[in-house]
């Protein structure tokens, strides 16, 4: 891909039908990544208790992690990373935050 195609397929107020498709593709992927998430977290708490292995506050915190990640990539945060530095600087800060917030060791009973 040239240079000039690579610069207007990002012009302002072009869309594209790639760009649909990768919109959907992230919703689906999305979707898929809580159902799985809330399956497990659901299987968890009906073996061992509600919020004995994964807290309550742990499970909404990712729901809201997922929600972050989402606005950085698809929303008003995107729009501003597309022309400016700062606002591209700000997105890998959102999704630092995300990756330093949800890193943490196993509890001891699931190791």
Known sequence: MSA????????PGQTS???GLLTM??????CL???GYGRGVQELWARRGRGRVVPAWRAGAFGVGVIVVLAAQQGPVHEMAESSFAGHMVQHMLFVSQRVRCSR????DCR
């Open 105 to 108: 060791p196993a509890p001891p």
């Open 33 to 35: 990544l809580l159902a």
């Open 4 to 11: 000039l195609t690579l610069h207007r397929a990002h012009e």
């Open 17 to 19: 039908v790639a760009d």
């Open 25 to 30: 593709l992230a919703v689906v992927t999305v």
